[in-house]
């Protein structure tokens, strides 16, 4: 499966935004998706995944219920809303793919997309 995700761009704190990840090259329904992000100079970081219904999410701690990830398997999509952005939420944005069952956040994906960057100003 390829993804690319897309949607990102400059904001201001407290605005909205949202992240597509498209799919393409395999049955989308079959693949978990996974949302990331890299902050320049830190590591990657995980948050939050959706199973292949979309009827299991897990977060990361630092969401807080800012983010909500859906899917659209009609469109082979995966989406990643924001809310309330703050400037820490800058970073370049990955969607990540994987074909194993959802059981919890720690997964390892096979595959992913070129980022999308997402920054917020103060």
Same mark, same amino acid.
């Given at each position: @499966? #390829?993804?690319?995700?897309? =949607?990102?761009?400059?904001?201001q /704190? ?6 597509? $990840? ?9 693949? !978990?998706? =996974? ?7 830190? *590591?990657? *970081?995980? @948050?939050?995944? !959706?199973?292949?219904? =979309?009827? /299991? ?6 969401? #807080?219920?800012?983010? /909500? !990830?859906t ?6 999509a ?6 309330? %952005?703050?400037? *820490?939420? +800058?970073? +370049?944005?990955? $969607?990540?793919?994987? *074909? +194993?069952? %959802? ?12 980022? +999308? #960057? @997402? /920054? @917020?100003?103060?």
């Amino acid at each position: @499966v #390829q993804l690319q995700a897309s =949607g990102g761009g400059l904001l201001q /704190t407290g605005d909205s935004l949202r992240l597509s $990840c498209a799919a393409s090259g395999a049955t989308f329904s079959s693949y !978990i998706v =996974g949302w990331f992000r890299q902050a320049p100079g830190k *590591e990657r *970081e995980f @948050v939050g995944n !959706i199973n292949w219904g =979309g009827t /299991t999410i897990y977060y990361a701690d630092f969401v #807080q219920g800012r983010f /909500t !990830i859906t899917r659209d398997n009609d469109q082979s999509a995966a989406y990643l809303q924001m809310n309330d %952005l703050k400037p *820490e939420d +800058t970073a +370049t944005y990955y $969607c990540a793919a994987s *074909e +194993t069952p %959802l059981y919890s956040m720690f997964v390892d994906y096979d595959y992913w997309g070129q980022g +999308t #960057q @997402v /920054t @917020v100003s103060s």
